[in-house]
């Protein structure tokens, strides 16, 4: 187990539902971050979030919403997604920027 | 354009070997490089290097890095079948981690 916790561990939602992804830590990372991960492909970076302000957007499509409503918690709100973002999705922290980051198990989303 | 090579894509050794993986790169605002195990889920943290030709250990694992010709290399020595996993280098430029295709490592007993 990881000291960042992502739920849900799977999702598998159709393509007009509207869902919602999970991460939390209680390290006191004030950087948080979330990246794509495709079958035998390394992880992409999609978000970072410095202080609870949004830092990095990696031209991620407006059907992924990133949200961090204080510290410890990261959201990704997804609606209207397609077949091929099907992935695992992973968070991770970090004490700041540059220091290293520490990932979560994911959440593997299939969209139907 | 930013590029992370790692080499080789895959290999297989027999327990006991010493295996040398590869990580170059070319990326503009360069911080460190880091280095992380992945097996089933999430990326496991290894080393992050900073500073050109200071070797970092952890146990059987070692790393160094060049920051004049852009390289890295990890050292697994006296390998064990739980050292199996894909080992991914990543530079990082103020926090965007930006990751190689990673070697695929299968360590036989």
């Known amino acids: 187990d990881t000291e960042v916790t992502q739920t849900p561990k799977h999702l598998v939602m159709g393509m007009t539902n509207k869902k919602s992804l999970k991460c939390e830590q209680h390290m006191g990372h004030r950087a948080m971050y979330w990246y794509k991960q495709k079958a035998k492909k390394p992880p992409e970076l999609m978000f970072v979030?410095?202080?609870?302000?949004?830092?990095i957007n990696e031209s991620v499509p407006s059907r992924f919403s990133p949200e961090c409503p204080n510290s410890s918690l990261l959201n990704l709100h997804l609606h209207a997604l397609q077949p091929e973002d099907s992935a695992l999705y992973l968070c991770?922290?970090?004490?700041?920027?540059?220091?290293?980051?520490?990932f979560g198990d994911g959440t593997r989303l299939s969209i139907l | 354009e930013d590029k992370v090579v790692q080499s080789p894509l895959s290999l297989v050794v027999h327990e006991g070997d010493t295996v040398t993986l590869n990580c170059s790169y070319e990326?503009?605002?360069?911080?460190?490089l880091l280095w992380y195990k992945q097996e089933k889920k999430a990326p496991t943290f290894l080393f992050m290097l900073t500073s050109s030709g200071i070797e970092k250990k952890s146990g059987r694992l070692s790393s160094i890095l060049d920051k004049k010709e852009l390289f890295s290399i990890l050292n697994i020595t006296a390998t064990q079948t739980g050292d199996s996993a894909v080992y991914l280098c990543?530079?990082?430029?103020?926090?965007?981690?930006?990751f190689g295709a990673g070697t695929q490592v299968v360590v036989t007993p």
């Open positions: 979030y410095s202080y609870e302000k949004l830092s």
């Open positions: 990543a530079p990082d430029s103020w926090g965007k981690l930006q």
């Open positions: 990326v503009t605002n360069f911080r460190s």
């Open positions: 991770a922290s970090s004490q700041v920027f540059s220091q290293p980051q520490h």
